[in-house]
């Protein structure tokens, strides 16, 4: 059995990271808690609602109900780098070059390294952002499709239709496919060449996360009483392949997936708690975590793969070491 060093806390975890190989937990109530020789913490937010760590590691990158975006270096330091005033920042993304994303309301910003922060509105409220792996595009998750904008230069944006509201995006890591969640119990998505759509239903819950799967062969995602793992090596994705189910349950839903960043492995975790390890070659499952209070809300491994830090929704978090 791995062995785990559990954390305490006292509220909601929102995202769980990884940064100079020190874990770190997002929580709700704006503190950001890492453990680098004992328990240490820092105040970011009055009130955190996402939190993405930048591309190089060295930071976390947070977004609250105070308006502000707040980068959280490894050592705890908190520094503000954007603020728009009396608004929630509900999403955020990392990108290249230093360059990060935020939405609130019907707005998406890129705030670049130096400083400059450029504006994209939409009709709708944007619900999800993510850059795609080259370059500085930035894809927005809105009602009825997706946008593409091109952030660093002018030029009109690309409009991806499909009816309904979008509240989460991911690009592929090669860049070929963009894929949404959706209000209803779905994933959309389009394969960006062609324009092509993938449909992705089934669910019998909302998807809330989703993991690409080392060199991105793989889309794991939550939303049943197993990790629904979708097929993207055939160059139209998933479209007329049934997708893998790994880590059934039929009493508990899947929560969260966090792949592995060089096995072909997910980690999954579930409502009461449980984490459990699953290979996708032959569904092989390893106990992580026994059940605990509330569901788990956050899972990252650290770059090696060997440790998984995990967060719950009852502030129960923890490092899962599986290499003891």
């Known amino acids: 059995m791995p062995t785990v060093a559990p954390l305490d806390l006292e509220t909601h975890c929102v995202a769980a990271a990884w940064l100079n190989d020190i874990p770190f937990f997002a929580l709700a109530d704006g503190v950001i808690h890492r453990l680098d020789h004992g328990h240490k913490w820092c105040e970011a937010h009055d009130g955190l609602l996402c939190a993405t760590p930048a591309l190089d590691r060295k930071s976390l990158i947070t977004g609250g109900e105070d308006g502000k975006v707040m980068a959280v270096g490894a050592e705890g330091s908190a520094v503000e780098i954007a603020e728009i005033g009396r608004k929630w920042v509900t999403s955020i993304a990392a990108g290249p070059q230093g360059a990060v994303a935020f939405a609130s309301g019907r707005s998406a910003h890129v705030r670049f390294s130096d400083g400059r922060v450029r504006e994209f509105q939409h009709p709708r409220s944007v619900e999800g952002i993510a ?21 660093a230069a002018e030029g009109k944006p690309t409009e991806l239709e499909w009816a309904g509201a979008h509240t989460g995006i991911t690009f592929s890591p090669d860049g070929k496919f963009l894929v949404t969640t959706m ?10 060449a062609d324009g092509k759509h993938m449909r992705m239903a089934g669910y019998p819950a909302k998807v809330k996360s989703f993991s690409w799967s080392v060199k991105g062969r793989w889309l794991a995602t939550s939303g049943a009483p197993a990790a629904i793992v979708w097929p993207f090596q055939a160059k139209d994705g998933p479209m007329g392949k049934a997708p893998l189910e790994l ?5 508990t839903m899947v929560t969260q997936v966090c792949c592995h960043p060089t096995e072909e492995v997910v980690a999954i975790g579930y409502g009461d708690g449980m984490v459990l390890a ?3 070659g032959d569904a092989k499952e390893v106990l992580l975590r026994r059940s ?3 569901a788990v809300t956050a899972m990252c491994w650290d770059d090696e793969g060997r440790r998984l830090a995990f967060g719950c929704e009852s502030g129960e978090c923890g490092v899962i070491d599986i290499s003891a």
Do not use: C, I
């Not at 370059?135 to 904008?149: E, F, I, K, S």
């Open 247 to 251: 880590g059934t349950r039929g009493d």
């Open 131 to 151: 850059f795609a792996p080259k370059g500085m595009r930035l894809a927005a998750a809105r009602y009825n499709g997706a946008t593409l904008h091109f952030a």
């Open 278 to 280: 699953v290979r996708f």
């Open 292 to 294: 605990g209070k509330s």
């Open 183 to 192: 209000q209803e119990n779905a994933l959309h998505g389009w394969k960006l």
